[in-house]
């Protein structure tokens, strides 16, 4: 199986939103204050800790619109936060959750048929992997079983 690495939204479009950058509806992101419960940051992917300020936004972690470029709901912390460090190392926020849908992109950004599956958090890791080893697929996208909510791009390293 390929090595891959596990890929954070970029700081510039993180500290844009931070910022009062409007979201993918054109929407000024919503700043709420975590309870400490299940508050996933999408760029150092940890948890928002209780009593900290963060974001809900519309998020399309696409180049541009088209109909495969899926629109969905994220948290970011309000104040910057270091990024997530592109590597193959699991974020050990996903194995506090129990399950992950992975799915394939082609290099046209449109989903590969055949590569979305639902796996436990444990083997997000090989699920990707996986599906990167199938033709045409140039990326993987781990989202939320429950919600289907974007987490994080999975690439080969």
Same mark, same amino acid.
């Given at each position: 199986?390929?090595?891959?690495?596990?890929?954070?939204?970029?700081?510039?479009?993180?500290?844009?939103?931070?910022?009062?950058?409007?979201?993918?509806?054109?929407?000024?992101?919503?700043?709420?204050?975590?309870?400490?419960?299940?508050?996933?940051?999408?760029?150092?992917?940890?948890?928002?800790?209780?009593?900290? !300020?963060?974001?809900?936004?519309?998020?399309?972690?696409?180049?541009?619109?088209?109909?495969?470029?899926?629109? *969905? !709901?994220?948290?970011?912390?309000?104040? %910057?936060? !270091?990024?997530?460090?592109?590597?193959?190392?699991? %974020? %050990?926020?996903?194995?506090?959750?129990?399950?992950?849908?992975?799915?394939?992109? *082609?290099?046209?950004?449109?989903?590969?048929?055949?590569?979305?599956?639902?796996?436990?958090?444990?083997?997000?890791?090989?699920?990707?992997?996986?599906?990167?080893?199938?033709?045409?697929?140039?990326?993987?996208?781990?989202?939320?079983?429950?919600?289907?909510?974007?987490?994080?791009?999975?690439?080969?390293?």
């Amino acid at each position: 199986m390929p090595p891959i690495q596990f890929v954070s939204m970029p700081t510039d479009e993180a500290l844009a939103f931070q910022a009062g950058a409007g979201d993918a509806n054109g929407q000024a992101p919503e700043r709420h204050v975590s309870d400490g419960g299940g508050v996933p940051c999408r760029h150092c992917q940890a948890d928002v800790a209780a009593g900290a !300020p963060y974001l809900i936004l519309a998020y399309r972690p696409f180049p541009r619109a088209q109909p495969y470029a899926e629109i *969905g !709901p994220i948290f970011l912390h309000a104040e %910057p936060c !270091p990024r997530y460090p592109p590597t193959g190392a699991v %974020p %050990p926020m996903f194995l506090s959750r129990e399950r992950y849908l992975v799915k394939g992109y *082609g290099r046209n950004d449109r989903i590969v048929y055949g590569t979305g599956r639902i796996v436990a958090s444990a083997d997000v890791a090989e699920a990707a992997a996986s599906i990167l080893e199938r033709a045409g697929v140039a990326y993987v996208h781990a989202r939320s079983a429950l919600n289907n909510c974007f987490q994080c791009r999975i690439e080969r390293s």
